[in-house]
């Protein structure tokens, strides 16, 4: 039988170290690194003050993360830059001669990690930012962590065309079809609304990697049919991400899988994958907890430090894909999501669905409840939406630290980030902010908001 593996050789790593490579985690590797860990997760865990998770299982922390990382990805390594920003507090003159604070920010860009992260200095406040948004020049921060082991998955059972949707300015669907593009497969994005005038940002990306339809609003709604619809119209057969994750976790469906795939390749070249708004899939929880098992290296941030970490929340898999990770390797840290596109109620229903697909597909028996502290954003507003001041903020720190965010994402994850550095700065838990990449959507928000540029 040929090896399906191959089909596809690795993408070489030495144009662009963050392009992909095909590798896989070894059972000696991830035991050499889990010592510290739970020998099991039949216990009772309490991850953080008010939150507990209830994991049931017979399977070791080591037999877990395996089954879960033990998979070809799409980055080389999980490795990432962590810069340190330094908080000060200014009292300034507001109207109406009243007085109040702002924050004026620096950056330390090689910041002493490992043991060096527990010393504290009372005079100031600093939180640690995760710098995901340079992991690739178009395909960065939890879009790249997403995409980590869903793309060898399609490539794996021989797929060749991906089909997905998003927003006109959406960094998923430019992400996906730069993905595809690097790996020989073909993007069809299926984007929202009218085609702009002018293409900027993450819209022409889209359009110079992929193959992009705009789709009327009203037809957009139902997203589910939509995808299903154009799926088929490409022709050959149609697969669904769930199929090929339940396939790759489990032993001898996906061999069978790839012996019936193989024969199907021979009489059909087309097999499309559906991959769904935003990649808020179970498959897309891996990556995360990849980058959580990086991050928890002693060298790193470390297993015994408290740590709060903050991440913006679109769909939320980001978040609760911290969360298991956090989970699974028994961590002190607690994962706080800023909501901007739901509510509460909206994201723990997503939680519990993310939680549930995963477990099934790895054949994990877990209860559990709050892995993930979901909050409200400073600004409450509709979402998409941009406040005045907000472009001003985006700017200062930029030209103060040199990291870009924007106004819709990682701002509010940025402003949290730097009222919790104040809050903890007694000794507290450390706050560590995980910049999730988008800012190419800045260009978009200069379209739209012209009188804020």
């Known amino acids: 039988m040929k090896i399906i593996f191959q089909r596809n050789p690795p993408i070489s790593s030495v144009r662009h170290e963050f392009h992909s490579a095909c590798t896989s985690i070894t059972p000696q590797f991830w035991l050499s690194n889990l010592n510290s860990f739970h020998n099991s997760l039949s216990i009772n865990l309490k991850v953080n003050a008010g939150f507990q998770v209830i994991c049931s299982s017979n399977l070791s922390s080591e037999e877990i993360m395996l089954k879960i990382l033990n998979r070809r990805w799409t980055l080389m390594n999980p490795d990432t830059k962590i810069h340190q920003i330094k908080v000060s507090s200014l009292q300034t003159q507001q109207n109406f001669g009243s007085l109040g604070k702002k924050n004026t920010y620096s950056n330390n860009p090689h910041p002493s990690l490992g043991e060096n992260i527990r010393k504290w200095h009372d005079d ?16 960065n921060g939890n879009k790249a962590r997403k995409l980590d082991a869903l793309i060898p998955l399609v490539e794996d059972h021989l797929g060749t065309d991906v089909v997905t949707c998003g927003g006109c300015q959406s960094a998923h669907a430019a992400a996906v ?7 020989g497969l073909k993007a069809h994005l299926l984007l929202r609304g009218e085609q702009p ?30 995808l299903s619809s154009h799926a088929n119209s490409i022709g050959g057969s149609v697969v669904s991400l769930d199929d090929l994750l339940k396939a790759s976790s489990n032993h001898n469906s996906m061999k069978s899988n790839f012996i019936d795939t193989e024969k199907e390749w021979s009489s059909n ?18 990556g995360l907890i990849r980058l959580v098992q990086y991050l928890s290296q002693d060298h790193i941030l470390g297993k015994d430090q408290p740590l709060k970490i903050i991440v913006d929340a679109g769909t ?18 607690e994962v706080t999501a800023v909501m901007l596109a739901d509510t509460t109620e909206g994201y723990k229903k997503k939680e519990q669905s993310l939680i549930s697909e995963l477990c099934r597909c790895f054949d994990l028996p877990m209860m559990h409840t709050g892995i993930v502290n979901w909050v409200e954003r400073q600004h409450p507003r509709k979402f998409g939406n941009v406040l005045k001041g907000e472009i001003e903020a985006c700017q200062q720190i930029a030209q103060e630290t040199g990291v870009l965010v924007d106004p819709i994402y990682t701002l509010a994850g940025w402003e949290l980030a730097s009222q919790l550095s104040q809050e903890e700065r007694k000794g507290g838990a450390k706050v560590v902010m995980l910049h999730t990449g988008g800012t190419l959507g800045m260009f978009g928000l200069a379209q739209r908001y012209k009188s804020y540029f």
């Open 177 to 183: 079809a730069v993905s595809c593009a690097e790996r």
């Open 124 to 139: 100031e406040s600093s939180f640690y930012i995760v710098r995901d948004d340079l992991l690739h020049p178009l395909v």
């Open 269 to 286: 070249s087309k097999k499309t994958i559906i991959i769904n708004e935003g990649a808020g899939d179970a498959i897309a929880l891996p």
């Open 316 to 333: 939320g898999t980001t978040a609760v894909g911290l969360g298991i990770g956090v989970l699974c390797l028994g961590l002190p840290w």
């Open 197 to 226: 005038q002018i293409l900027t940002g993450y819209n022409l990306i889209s359009m110079l990697y992929g193959s992009v339809t705009y789709v009327p609003r009203s037809i957009y709604a139902n997203r589910e049919e939509l």
